[in-house]
């Protein structure tokens, strides 16, 4: 899949960092919702050796840029239609934390708070 920003971007591309992979769409209002703590959370884990990985499922491609600029993300967004039928995924926002050998750790099938501790301490173990 190619990255918004214009890099081909692929689960390899993670190997030895903690991978969160959130399925999204501008259409979803949750989805909007949990964006900014998702974007503080990235921020936040950055430098630890985790990547957060915004993957929109919308087909309109003016929709990701306008709804990012409004909600300023910060994160690495891609749009791709196939990889979430690979997790099962459809309904959104799903999101699911991988570990530095590509194994799914967590599964979070609804909105986070990604500033909860039990989420930050989750994902600062699998450092």
């Given at each position: 899949?190619v ?59 003016k929709s990701?840029?306008?709804?990012s ?19 099962g ?17 967590m ?18 173990s699998?450092?």
């Amino acid at each position: 899949m190619v990255a918004d920003s214009g890099a081909t971007i692929g689960v390899p591309n993670f190997g030895g960092k903690v991978l969160v992979l959130n399925f999204w769409a501008t259409w979803c209002p949750p989805c909007v919702q949990e964006t900014p703590s998702l974007s503080q959370f990235a921020a936040q884990f950055k430098d630890k050796g985790v990547v957060v990985l915004a993957l929109s499922v919308d087909r309109d491609e003016k929709s990701l840029p306008r709804v990012s600029e409004q909600i300023q993300t910060g994160l690495l967004t891609a749009r791709d239609f196939t990889v979430h039928a690979d997790y099962g995924t459809f309904m959104y926002p799903e999101t699911y934390i991988i570990d530095a050998r590509g194994k799914v750790q967590m599964k979070i099938p609804e909105p986070a708070d990604w500033s909860d501790p039990r989420l930050t301490q989750f994902v600062g173990s699998l450092l």
